[in-house]
């Protein structure tokens, strides 16, 4: 199992969801919504508040996926305040935009969820598209053995 798959298992399993507006919550996050631009999202904090600030202009499911990324920034970099997630540099190879999305990907797409579309046939796209996964970072999905 790779080291963010654990992550997220652990952190799913002591939540009891997947939901990262409910996580966010559950750890005291405080949540903007406000009207942000071409910006999709950050994370900042504060005094050891954490704030996550979501566009109000982006549709739910995308503000779903801001919400998971910016989520593995509070729990995977909490001591940084991130660079904003821009529509141009929403697929950033920085090496902590990589972690975050790969955060929000396995957060969103579990393998018990996927798993249950094993009968179905279905691409890997299709899948993404199922649970509001950006086409452009499903790439970073790791599959567990049971799907082999």
Partial sequence: ??????????????????????IGKARSIEF??????????????????????????????IQRFVCAHELGHAI??????????KAHTFFSQEKIEVEANTFAVELLMTDDAIYEYKDMCLSINKLA????IPREVIHLKT???KFF
């Fill in 32 to 61: 903007v919504f406000a009207e942000l631009g071409s910006t999709f999202g950050f994370y900042s904090s504060y005094r050891r508040i954490q704030f996550i600030h979501i566009n109000n202009k982006l549709e739910k499911t």
């Fill in 143 to 145: 599959f567990s053995n």
């Fill in 129 to 132: 598209e199922i649970y509001g």
């Fill in 1 to 22: 199992m790779s080291r963010m798959k654990e992550i997220v298992a652990k952190i799913i399993d002591k939540y009891g969801t997947n939901d990262p507006f409910e």
């Fill in 76 to 85: 995977l970099h909490q001591d940084i305040n991130t660079p904003f997630l």
